[in-house]
């Protein structure tokens, strides 16, 4: 080797050393700790309640503990032409993360909103032992969409109107399956306009749909035979589609948040998905771990949260597409929507890409989290099922007696929303 070509190489390496590239093996420094604040008000109801915790540690049992120190404040200002409006927000007293107003303003439609808080905080990476003061000035900003409506008149697959479509064993002509409809209900054969022509289209799997009313009765589809879907394509009757018309605020539009809330005294219904399970394990009875693995604590689960744009929906987001099998209780059924701002549908995509919480989108300056205008609507619906049923209180039953005998260092966080007395 000459001596230019080594002289080149230790200036290389002096200038390797020097740099505080990917090849500098130490350990990053931790992030600072942040806290995370869930806001989202709603046009045309009251302000309600906004969260603000610390991101670290992620321990329940620490939710509990005060870290907010005296000085705190936080407050909603609402832009809206000339007038000036601010909530107050007040800590709860019984919940350290929660901060609630007593303001009895309605948040009106299409309003600019501005979030403001100064959070003093216990910010000690040993919390709740250790004590070191963080002083958080939080601010964003967000819109309400200036209208959004479900419309109260939805279309029904005609196998949830009657319960002799809602099963399997149809007759195969469209003459007797008419006369079948009429002896169950000649009064639904009416209002649904059903005739032989009707039925045919039904026999040949045609996707026959019916007005449907908010808070009208159906029967839950236990027929997993492939008919035709909403866009033509083969599909499992029990995914069939209810669809819901919507009248949104197409310049504000963000995405779409739905939740189903039922009747936790009613009973669930297996689904198509656990009909497979029992069809392939060849034993449709139904068991202890069957039973833990069917119940569902509370009395809402989350449906979906949609992007703004759904390329592969028809009609959307003028309409949305409700697949049957989300109703899996038996009573009251009541769909729940929220049109959201655009950077709520951002923030909770970056956080289901990122499960380990070590980054995420916000709009929020001085914390992470969400401060999301939003609308809201529901559609109920009164399901009945014609078998497969099981109450819900003989599978919380199981459940409880399934945690009953797990070691209390291996239960899941979340059961101690479950109330186990008696069971």
């Not at 230790?10 to 740099?19: F, H, K, M, P």
């Not at 915790?53 to 992620?58: A, V």
């Not at 963080?134 to 967000?142: K, L, P, V």
């Not at 007005?211 to 492939?226: C, E, H, M, Q, T």
């Amino acid at each position: 080797m000459n001596k230019i070509h080594l002289t080149a190489l230790l200036a290389g390496i002096v200038s390797l050393n020097s740099c505080n590239g990917p090849w500098n093996m130490e350990p990053e420094p931790p992030d600072a700790l942040q806290l995370r604040v869930s806001a989202m008000p709603v046009a045309g109801r009251l302000y309600d309640t906004i969260w603000v915790e610390r991101i670290q540690p992620i321990d329940l049992t620490r939710r509990g503990v005060e870290f907010v120190k005296p000085g705190s404040w936080l407050r909603i200002v609402q832009l809206d032409g000339n007038r000036l409006d601010t909530v107050e927000y007040r800590k709860s007293a019984d919940i350290p993360r929660a901060w609630i107003t007593d303001s009895r303003v309605v948040a009106p439609f299409g309003a600019t909103l501005k979030l403001e808080a100064h959070i003093a905080w216990n910010s000690a990476s040993d919390f709740p032992a250790g004590d070191e003061t963080t002083q958080s000035d939080i601010s964003a900003q967000t819109v309400l969409p200036r209208k959004y409506e479900l419309r109260k008149v939805a279309l029904a697959p005609l196998d949830m109107l009657f319960r002799t479509l809602s099963v399997s064993g149809n007759p195969g002509s469209a003459s007797a399956l008419l006369s079948l409809l009429d002896a169950e209900s000649r009064e639904n054969v009416r209002r649904y306009s059903v005739t032989e022509a009707t039925c045919d289209s039904f026999l040949q799997g045609r996707f026959v749909l019916r007005p449907f009313r908010s808070g009208d009765s159906a029967w839950a589809i236990l027929d997993d035979r492939i008919v035709e879907g909403a866009r033509g394509a083969p599909v499992k009757r029990a995914l069939r589609p209810i669809l819901v018309s919507q009248s949104v605020d197409r310049e504000r539009w963000g995405g779409l948040v739905s939740v189903v809330g039922y009747d936790p005294s009613r009973a669930r219904i297996l689904g198509p998905i656990q009909r497979v399970g029992f069809e392939i394990r060849g034993d449709w009875t139904v068991g202890h771990e069957d039973s833990v693995g069917m119940f569902q604590p509370g009395d809402s689960r989350m449906l979906s949260v949609d992007e703004p744009d759904q390329p592969g929906m028809a009609g959307y987001p003028d309409t949305m597409s409700l697949p049957a099998m989300v109703l899996g209780y038996t009573g009251r059924n009541v769909v729940r929507t929220l049109a959201v701002e655009r950077s709520y549908i951002t923030y909770h995509s970056t956080m289901m890409e990122n499960s380990s919480g070590a980054w995420s989108f916000s709009a929020l300056h001085g914390a992470s989290g969400f401060f999301a205008g939003a609308a809201a609507d529901s559609f109920e619906i009164h399901l009945h099922a014609a078998a497969d049923t099981f109450s819900v209180a003989s599978l919380r039953k199981a459940w409880c007696g399934e945690l009953a005998r797990t070691a209390p260092e291996k239960r899941a966080p979340w059961t101690a929303g479950v109330d186990c007395k008696g069971d």
